[in-house]
């Protein structure tokens, strides 16, 4: 029995150390330009790893995203924090606040944020499909969100555009350099600590917008 607990135990940190790995390089290189004998000779493994434990690198390239998301902020997540929200408000104050969190944490500027930024702007052959899932999903709450908030239908374009304008400040700080970020505006700090003013600060912007579309619309 202690046999097989020491086997499971070494199968175990071997799959984590896999995934570490792997990770690591797909965010610097991509699935296409990171080969399964490179993320084996870093993790220090034998050739044939990658097969016994995930099937070959297509499964690690999905367990290592299914890590990243989980790092980060995952789409379940996501939703039962807006669903504990009573106001569409207190929703959008919720979804931007788990988003601003993720940015600011320590994984979004080691391998997972990385590699999802990467996903974003040239996304994989493998995991393209199930990405725009994911973001679709996302989309379509805060569509419903900031429907709700202009008082137009979820459909409508003009809510596609401010949920455009809402997001796009996320989009920045999850692609952007941020070495570069400070470089430019020194006074900016996106830590753990700032994360709850960033959301304030763009909830003030959010908000002011989606008024102001919602009475551009109906003025047409």
Known sequence: MQRRRTVRAHGARTRARLIEVAGQLFAEHGFDGTTGQAICRRAGTHAGSIV???GGMAGLYREVLDE???????????????????TPQRKLEAFLSLIVAALASRASGSWP???????????????????????RMRASMLRSIVGALAGLPPQNPAVARACLSTMAPCALMLLAD??????VFPELRLTPAQAAQMTRHLMTFALAGI??????????
């Open 178 to 183: 941020r070495r570069k970020l400070r470089r």
């Open 211 to 220: 008024a102001a579309t919602s009475k551009d619309s109906r003025a047409l």
């Open 52 to 54: 016994y434990h995930f």
């Open 68 to 86: 990243a998301q989980r790092r980060l902020v995952s789409t379940e997540a996501l939703q039962a924090a807006v669903a504990a929200q009573p």
């Open 113 to 135: 944020g990385k590699l999802f930024g990467r996903e974003f702007v040239n996304p994989s052959a493998l995991y393209g499909a199930e990405h725009d899932r994911t973001l």
